[in-house]
């Protein structure tokens, strides 16, 4: 397993950018996929994007796909998502992930990552 800090979020308007980050301890970093995940009041944690070990995959929600960019630093041992044009929707508590799904269809998958941050908040007024 790896641990994993978030930092990053914050308070701002509707329509304006973030970018949360994940840095993980561990040697073996580089043989994760990471995730990140989102939850907000009263709902299921849910999916928002994830990226292979080698970061040639990434994967992303639809409902953030073209505003969201999700990009990996091995040689730092960290992984970052860029969150542009943000909406009040995307309010919620954002956790980092680390996880080895054994197929592409799994990234999204909370049960296939196996290591979580304590999450960080982002909230967006309208």
């Known amino acids: 397993q790896v641990q994993l800090v978030e930092s990053g979020g914050g308070l701002v308007q509707t329509g304006a950018s973030l970018r949360l980050s994940c840095a993980a301890s561990g040697r073996t970093f580089s043989h994760y996929a990471m995730g990140w995940f989102r939850q907000a009041p009263g709902k299921d944690r849910e999916f928002v994007a994830a990226?292979?070990?080698?970061?040639?995959?990434?994967y992303y929600a639809d409902s953030v796909k073209g505003r969201f960019t999700i990009s990996r630093d091995n040689a730092k041992n960290t992984v970052d998502l860029k969150m542009n044009s943000l909406k009040p929707e995307d309010t919620a508590v954002y956790y980092c992930?680390?996880?080895?799904?054994?197929?592409?269809?799994?990234?999204?998958?909370?049960?296939?990552?196996?290591?979580w941050g304590q999450g960080t908040q982002v909230t967006v007024s309208s």
């Open positions: 990226i292979s070990w080698s970061g040639s995959g990434r």
């Open positions: 992930a680390a996880g080895r799904p054994p197929e592409i269809t799994k990234v999204t998958d909370l049960g296939e990552y196996d290591s």
